[in-house]
């Protein structure tokens, strides 16, 4: 049995590192995350994308790595009994994922459920990938909101044990890249909040929009507020890449929560329960 938090400490429930997209170590994150004062620290690289959609292998972490790669959490974990860290995946939803999150995930003790790819796993695009917008150019940006909306909801209601749905207004990335909706983005985003609701879903309370340019959290402000008053729990994580933006504006974000009508936010412990946290 872990002992309870105290009220307001950092924790961060979004990280990756250089098994998958990221750059830094197990080892240096952990560093990093010492420094910044963390209590708890959720590793979650990318998973389970087939090679149709990454096919060298840069985004996730492949299955013949996945032996080194909770070795080296192990390692790093052992050297910072400081530190609670939890080993988890961020887990791309797709149509058909279902078996390779099942079959690559095990062990995990948290899975982050996302949507960053458009269309069937042979068939598709990535919605944020910066170096290539053929989808909004194509699709445009009310539509490709509309079809992130129906993925979003599917990956919801698959039955996949995702922890937390992370960054969930994603199409946000692209708003000043020239790709902003034109529509009310309010009847979308009331389908997301009764999706997650009526699934029982977290969601993430992200800081990474702030270094993406985005110039707001993931969710913004009018879909967090929604959230908070449809009984949402929220996680807060920063998706950091880097170390140096490991536990990135959490404290801030803590704030930003608490003036929505959060009270308290969900984080998962090192037994594998999940404990409410109350906001100072």
């Known amino acids: 049995m872990v002992e309870p938090l105290a009220p ?19 080892e240096e994150n952990a560093r990093a995350a010492v420094a910044a004062g963390c209590s708890v620290l959720v590793s979650t690289d990318h998973l389970t994308l087939p090679s149709e959609m990454d096919p060298a292998g840069d985004v996730q972490v492949i299955e013949s790595e ?6 080296a959490w192990e390692a790093a974990r052992t050297a910072h009994p400081e530190l609670e860290m939890i080993y988890g995946f961020e887990c791309d939803w797709y149509p058909g994922c279902e078996e390779n999150v ?20 042979d068939d598709g695009a990535w919605i944020d990938d910066a170096s290539d917008m053929t989808i909004w150019r194509e699709l445009g940006p009310d539509e490709v909101w509309r079809r992130y909306v129906d993925a979003w909801c599917r990956a919801c209601e698959s039955p996949l044990p995702f922890g937390t749905m992370a960054h969930p207004d994603l199409p946000e990335r692209m708003r000043n890249e020239g790709f902003a909706a034109t529509i009310d983005l309010a009847p979308l985003w009331d389908e997301m909040v009764a999706c997650a609701r009526d699934t029982g879903r977290r969601v993430e309370l992200s800081t990474a929009g702030w270094r993406k340019g985005v110039g707001d959290y993931y969710p913004a402000r009018g879909l967090l507020d929604r959230f908070c008053r449809a009984g949402v729990p929220i996680t807060v994580g920063s998706d950091a890449h880097v170390p140096a933006d490991l536990c990135d504006g959490i404290r801030e974000a803590y704030a930003h929560a608490w003036d929505a009508g959060y009270r308290a936010i969900e ?8 404990e409410s946290m109350p906001l100072q």
């Open 102 to 121: 099942r079959r690559w995930s095990d062990g995990a003790q948290v899975l982050l459920g996302s949507v960053h790819w458009l269309g069937e796993k």
């Open 66 to 71: 996945l032996v080194a790669h909770r070795t």
């Open 267 to 274: 984080v998962p412990r090192a037994d594998g329960s999940w």
């Open 8 to 26: 307001g400490s950092i924790v961060d429930t979004h990280t990756h590192t250089r098994f998958s997209d990221g750059v830094g170590t197990f």
